[in-house]
């Protein structure tokens, strides 16, 4: 299965968004943004990524989904 590593952290936010928070404008927008960091942040191997609810200010929410990133590599024969 080959998968970007933080969709399970994405697919948690948009549930949690769809949920809670769908009456704010351009909800959907929130996951674009957080799927962005995330494919360009540097974490490392046992690093602990923590993504929060993006209205955690403004309405008080704190709700959170968090998530350790393992690095497995697969070696492919030399040519």
């Known amino acids: 299965m080959n998968s ?4 399970p ?5 948009r ?12 909800a959907l927008d929130e996951l674009n943004f957080t799927e962005e960091y995330l494919d360009y ?3 490392c191997d046992g690093d602990l990524v923590t993504i929060g ?3 955690q200010q403004h309405h008080n929410c704190n709700w959170k989904v968090e998530g350790n990133v ?3 590599l697969k070696m492919n024969k030399s040519l």
């Open 15 to 26: 549930h949690h968004i769809e949920a809670n928070h769908m009456m704010e404008e351009a």
């Open 4 to 7: 970007i590593w933080y969709e």
């Open 70 to 72: 393992f690095i497995k």
């Open 41 to 43: 942040a540097s974490h």
């Open 53 to 55: 609810c993006p209205w």
């Open 9 to 13: 952290l994405v697919e948690a936010l």
